[in-house]
Every structure is written in structure tokens, then in C-alpha cells.
């Protein structure tokens, strides 16, 4: 199992944890298959992520840079290395604002070289 | 000789004192008797300020469904301590003038504070903070400090800059280094000037130390935090290369989790440009 963003979760997937509100209160139950409206009533409880059934982190995160240029993704985590030189790179809040970062950084420099071209 | 951020006011009466229109309105605003009208009687006699406001509150940064016309409208629909609120971000920016461009480029630090203003909004309405608009001044004010140093001080101020380049050093430690202070408490003192409220003082004080703010700290985490995702998604620029780093403390008592990352983010980049747009 792994913690997905609610950005990652699709209909289909399963929840492998009861999902609470910040109040500690069960909003859906461990074992429910996720559908499009369950996902929906997610976002509007300001719920950002989700214990899923047969994936891992790992994996979800080396899909999400799948489809990018590789020697691009590269350069830019590199120059992100340099500019995260003070942060907590142990850090979980680090390491993912890290790779969002460089994830977006990527996008950003493929949208403008394609309107380049 | 400068030994205390006090010295940098003195003398410097362009920014010692926030525009009278902005003082009014927050009066009226303060004052349980005085009505709407008051309120927009006295917007509405700077014209600037109107066009501006009206500017903001059409633009993404509140989507709402329909065009507000006019200042009563504004007023009723995003509220009297919002709207002020925002007429404060607004004089704020139109105060500063003459900054050396050798030691930083005004927009790009206007762009960074308005990257750390959205990301401050957006952060408080997952913690249900109330009147979500203050975080967007916070952003607007945090390193309005730098910008004092830049004027009163501008040789000492680039040899802070020198120093962090060559030693890879986060700016504001070699600020404290160069100078005995920081851009924060500089910042501290502007905002006891402007007779700004005390979580304002806490915030800019704080922002890179927030665990040590006394009476605001969730507040400071919050900017905090806010300038950590601008510096990392690159909005603008104050001077700093580097993103700070993230004091644990304030992240714990936050009490957010990671993921709300990925919906800031979102958020952010669906505000940002339309708010330069109409904030600069």
C-alpha cells in the first residue's frame, strides 16, 4: 500500500486505510473501491490524500516522470540540488516539494520549447 | 554608523508612515459606528486605489461569477477587513520607489511577495484559518525590511549579498553576519512604524524563525512555510538563491500533511500571473 496525492487516485483503485477528516472521523472505510463521486466528495472535504491497495509510492512517483524527457528531468534536478543546498533533503515535506518542484520545472521548460519550435 | 534596525527609519519619511488613505480606512474600518458609506466614501476619493481594488477583486484570485462594478459592491461581497486588507497590499507596493536595481529588481521582489502571499492564502484555508486575506499582506510585507536596507544601507546590504554568493550562504544569515541583523527584525521595526496589528510584527519578525514568535507562531509558520514553496517554484526573486530551510517545529504545529502540496501548487499557479497582472 502506499499514500497516494488525490490528484494520483483514480476510480477502481482501494482504499487500504479508513479515511479520516481532520477530525479524526471515519469519512470512508478500508476495503471501499474508490468511484468517481467518492473521489469528488474527497476534494470538497478538503481531503488531500488516500492509502491505496497494491501500489507503492515508489512506484506512482517514477510514473509521474515517465513521460518526461530524461536528460531534461536530469539537468533540472541538478540545478534544483543547488538551490535546495540548505534544505532538509531527509525530510518528507522536503523530499516531496523537491520533486513536485522539479516535476513542474520540467513541464514548464518542455510547454515553452514546444511553443518555441 | 548603523547598529540598529531602529537607525534605518530614521530620516527615511517616504516609508516611516503608511499613505493617509490607507490610515482612514482602517480607522473606519476599526470604528464600530462608521457605516459602509464611510468606508467607501473614503476609497473612493483615490482613484488609483479604486481602480486597483476593483482590478483584484475581478480577477482570479476571487473568481466570482459576476463583474463587481463598484466599491459597495466590493465591499459587500468580499467583506470590509478583506477589501482593507487588500488596499494595504496594494498602498504597500506603490510605496517603496528608488530602490538601487544593481542590489534588486523591484518587480521580481514583488512578483516573490506576491508568490508568498498567494501560497500564504492558500496554506490558512486548509487550516481554516479566518480572514484568509491577512496572509496575503503577510506575503506582501515579509521582506519589505530587505527593501529598506537596500535604500538606507546599500553598500553594507551588497557586500551581505557578496558574501552569501561567495560562501554559499542563505542571505539573511549573511545579513546577520555583515550587519548584527537580519531583513526580519528590519522588518519588525517598519511594521511597528506603520502601527500595523502585532500578528503582522510576528510574522515578518519570524518568518524564518517562527517557532521563536510569541504570540502568532501558527501565523509566522504559515508565511513561512508560504516563502519556502515560492523560493522552490521559483516566483520572483528577493535577492535569496536558495530555499530556505524548513523549521521543524513550525511544520509540526502546522500539522498539515504533505500532500497539500500538490493542491497548493495548483492553486498558486492558477492565481499567480493573473495577480501580478493586476496587483503591479
Same mark, same amino acid.
Given at each position: 500500500?502506499?499514500?497516494?496525492?488525490?490528484?494520483?487516485?483514480?476510480?477502481?483503485?482501494?482504499?487500504?486505510?479508513?479515511?479520516?477528516?481532520?477530525?479524526?472521523?471515519?469519512?470512508?472505510?478500508?476495503?471501499?473501491?474508490?468511484?468517481?463521486?467518492?473521489?469528488?466528495?474527497?476534494?470538497?472535504?478538503?481531503?488531500?490524500?488516500?492509502?491505496?491497495?497494491?501500489?507503492?509510492?515508489?512506484?506512482?512517483?517514477?510514473?509521474?516522470?515517465?513521460?518526461?524527457?530524461?536528460?531534461?528531468?536530469?539537468? @533540472?534536478? +541538478?540545478?534544483?540540488?543547488?538551490?535546495?543546498?540548505?534544505?532538509?533533503?531527509?525530510?518528507?515535506?522536503?523530499?516531496?516539494?523537491?520533486?513536485?518542484?522539479?516535476?513542474?520545472?520540467?513541464?514548464?521548460?518542455?510547454?515553452?520549447?514546444?511553443?518555441?519550435? | 554608523?548603523?547598529?540598529?534596525?531602529?537607525?534605518?527609519?530614521?530620516?527615511?519619511?517616504?516609508?516611516?508612515?503608511?499613505?493617509?488613505?490607507?490610515?482612514?480606512?482602517?480607522?473606519?474600518?476599526?470604528?464600530?459606528?462608521?457605516?459602509?458609506?464611510?468606508?467607501?466614501?473614503?476609497?473612493?476619493?483615490?482613484?488609483?486605489?479604486?481602480?486597483?481594488?476593483?482590478?483584484?477583486?475581478?480577477?482570479?484570485?476571487?473568481?466570482?461569477?459576476?463583474?463587481?462594478?463598484?466599491?459597495?459592491?466590493?465591499?459587500?461581497?468580499?467583506?470590509?477587513?478583506?477589501?482593507?486588507?487588500? +488596499?494595504?497590499?496594494?498602498?504597500?507596493?506603490?510605496?517603496?520607489?528608488?530602490?538601487?536595481?544593481?542590489?534588486?529588481? =523591484?518587480?521580481?521582489?514583488?512578483?516573490?511577495?506576491?508568490?508568498?502571499?498567494?501560497?500564504?492564502?492558500?496554506?490558512?484555508?486548509?487550516?481554516? %484559518? @479566518?480572514?484568509?486575506?491577512?496572509?496575503?499582506? +503577510?506575503?506582501?510585507?515579509?521582506?519589505?525590511?530587505?527593501?529598506?536596507?537596500?535604500?538606507?544601507?546599500?553598500?553594507?546590504?551588497?557586500?551581505?549579498?557578496?558574501?552569501?554568493?561567495?560562501?554559499?550562504?542563505?542571505?539573511?544569515?549573511?545579513?546577520? %553576519?555583515?550587519?548584527?541583523?537580519?531583513?526580519?527584525?528590519?522588518?519588525?521595526?517598519?511594521?511597528? +512604524?506603520?502601527?500595523?496589528?502585532?500578528?503582522?510584527?510576528?510574522?515578518?519578525?519570524?518568518?524564518?524563525?517562527?517557532?521563536?514568535?510569541?504570540?502568532?507562531?501558527?501565523?509566522?509558520? =504559515?508565511?513561512?512555510?508560504?516563502?519556502?514553496?515560492?523560493?522552490?517554484?521559483?516566483?520572483?526573486?528577493?535577492?535569496?538563491?536558495?530555499?530556505?530551510?524548513?523549521?521543524?517545529?513550525?511544520?509540526?504545529?502546522?500539522?498539515?500533511?504533505?500532500?497539500?502540496?500538490?493542491?497548493?501548487?495548483?492553486?498558486?499557479?492558477?492565481?499567480?500571473?493573473?495577480?501580478?497582472?493586476?496587483?503591479?
Amino acid at each position: 500500500m502506499g499514500k497516494l496525492n488525490l490528484d494520483e487516485i483514480q476510480p477502481g483503485m482501494v482504499l487500504a486505510a479508513d479515511v479520516l477528516d481532520r477530525n479524526g472521523r471515519v469519512l470512508l472505510k478500508n476495503g471501499l473501491e474508490i468511484s468517481a463521486t467518492y473521489l469528488m466528495i474527497l476534494k470538497q472535504w478538503g481531503i488531500t490524500d488516500a492509502d491505496i491497495q497494491g501500489l507503492s509510492r515508489e512506484e506512482v512517483n517514477a510514473k509521474a516522470v515517465e513521460s518526461l524527457d530524461k536528460e531534461l528531468l536530469a539537468k @533540472t534536478e +541538478a540545478e534544483f540540488q543547488e538551490v535546495f543546498l540548505h534544505a532538509d533533503r531527509q525530510h518528507s515535506f522536503d523530499q516531496e516539494l523537491f520533486r513536485l518542484s522539479v516535476i513542474r520545472a520540467v513541464h514548464k521548460k518542455m510547454g515553452v520549447s514546444a511553443r518555441d519550435n | 554608523m548603523i547598529t540598529s534596525p531602529n537607525d534605518l527609519l530614521k530620516g527615511y519619511v517616504e516609508v516611516s508612515s503608511l499613505p493617509a488613505v490607507f490610515a482612514r480606512i482602517n480607522e473606519a474600518v476599526n470604528n464600530p459606528r462608521s457605516s459602509m458609506n464611510d468606508i467607501e466614501k473614503i476609497i473612493s476619493e483615490d482613484a488609483g486605489l479604486t481602480a486597483r481594488l476593483l482590478m483584484v477583486v475581478n480577477s482570479a484570485f476571487f473568481n466570482f461569477p459576476q463583474r463587481v462594478e463598484s466599491i459597495p459592491k466590493a465591499i459587500s461581497i468580499v467583506g470590509t477587513q478583506q477589501l482593507r486588507d487588500l +488596499a494595504l497590499a496594494i498602498s504597500v507596493i506603490r510605496l517603496f520607489k528608488g530602490i538601487p536595481p544593481d542590489l534588486v529588481n =523591484i518587480e521580481q521582489f514583488w512578483k516573490h511577495s506576491i508568490g508568498v502571499g498567494i501560497a500564504a492564502r492558500t496554506l490558512a484555508a486548509f487550516r481554516r %484559518e @479566518t480572514n484568509v486575506e491577512r496572509f496575503f499582506v +503577510a506575503g506582501i510585507l515579509h521582506d519589505t525590511g530587505r527593501l529598506v536596507m537596500y535604500m538606507k544601507i546599500p553598500d553594507l546590504s551588497r557586500e551581505a549579498l557578496l558574501r552569501s554568493r561567495k560562501n554559499n550562504e542563505l542571505l539573511y544569515v549573511a545579513e546577520a %553576519e555583515q550587519l548584527g541583523f537580519d531583513h526580519a527584525s528590519v522588518g519588525r521595526v517598519l511594521m511597528q +512604524a506603520w502601527k500595523l496589528p502585532f500578528y503582522q510584527e510576528e510574522i515578518v519578525a519570524f518568518h524564518h524563525k517562527p517557532n521563536l514568535a510569541t504570540r502568532f507562531p501558527v501565523e509566522a509558520a =504559515i508565511v513561512h512555510l508560504a516563502d519556502i514553496l515560492a523560493h522552490s517554484m521559483g516566483l520572483g526573486s528577493s535577492g535569496e538563491r536558495y530555499v530556505p530551510p524548513l523549521n521543524q517545529e513550525a511544520w509540526e504545529r502546522l500539522a498539515l500533511p504533505v500532500s497539500v502540496l500538490v493542491p497548493t501548487f495548483e492553486q498558486i499557479d492558477r492565481q499567480f500571473e493573473d495577480a501580478v497582472k493586476t496587483i503591479l
